[in-house]
T-cell receptor
Framework: AQTVTQSQPEMSVQEAETVTLSCTYD???????LFWYKQPPSRQMILVIR??????QNATENRFSVNFQKAAKSFSLKISDSQLGDTAMYFC??????????FGTGTRLKVLA | KAGVTQTPRYLIKTRGQQVTLSCSPI?????VSWYQQTPGQGLQFLFE???????NKGNFPGRFSGRQFSNSRSEMNVSTLELGDSALYLC????????????FGPGTRLLVL
């Protein structure tokens, strides 16, 4: 069975600084997708970035980028130039062809002014 | 395009009652997934529907059921409510489900007294 582990329950970062959130996963499948979602206090889950496992190039989306290490089954999220609006719960998620997402337990990120 | 909508947004029920939650996916999306989010258990997959058929199901008791209509709208029903059913119920839609990106609704917060 697939599992997703986020080992950092809480993190904080100063505004304008860079922070990296960790995620590891376990799967025997070769074809899958990985996602980072953020959930601000409003509770609306918002897609941050996604990575297809067959792509070697790390995905980037403006200030957000990932470090995808397939062999190590690691998928970390880097947030550059952190902004107050980045304060949220961040979830790492795994999806394969079984039509369901597996979510990690989340990392609560607080951006400090 | 309008996003995923969920109704009602908040609900208070008492133990033993039943409840029905509704989810309208993004126009053109045919896959709808349901998740339960609690502080203790995190985000857990309930089930996924595609073209009115349940394609996958999580590890929840039979009190949790769902259905999807021909217009892709989905309902989730919980019978004989228990205190532990208090949670945020999230619905997500995708064009065809599986590994693709899911877009989440704002959730329905259910409180069971």
């Amino acid at each position: 069975a697939q599992t997703v582990t986020q080992s950092q329950p809480e993190m904080s970062v100063q505004e304008a600084e860079t922070v990296t959130l960790s995620c590891t996963y376990d799967t025997s499948e070769n074809n899958y997708y990985l996602f980072w979602y953020k959930q601000p206090p409003s509770r609306q889950m918002i897609l941050v970035i996604r990575q297809e496992a067959y792509k070697q190039q790390n995905a980037t989306e403006n200030r957000f980028s990932v470090n995808f290490q397939k062999a190590a089954k690691s998928f970390s999220l880097k947030i550059s130039d952190s902004q107050l609006g980045d304060t949220a719960m961040y979830f790492c998620a795994f999806a394969s062809g079984t039509y369901k997402y597996i979510f990690g337990t989340g990392t609560r990120l607080k951006v400090l002014a | 395009k309008a996003g995923v909508t969920q109704t009602p947004r908040y609900l208070i029920k008492t133990r033993g009652q039943q409840v029905t939650l509704s989810c309208s996916p993004i126009s053109g999306h045919r896959s709808v997934s349901w998740y339960q989010q609690t502080p203790g258990q995190g985000l857990q997959f309930l089930f996924e529907y595609f073209s009115e058929t349940q394609r996958n199901k999580g590890n929840f008791p039979g009190r949790f059921s769902g259905r999807q209509f021909s217009n892709s709208r989905s309902e989730m029903n919980v019978s004989t409510l228990e205190l532990g059913d208090s949670a945020l119920y999230l619905c997500a839609s995708g064009a065809s489900g599986g590994q693709e990106t899911q877009y989440f609704g704002p959730g329905t917060r259910l409180l069971v007294l």
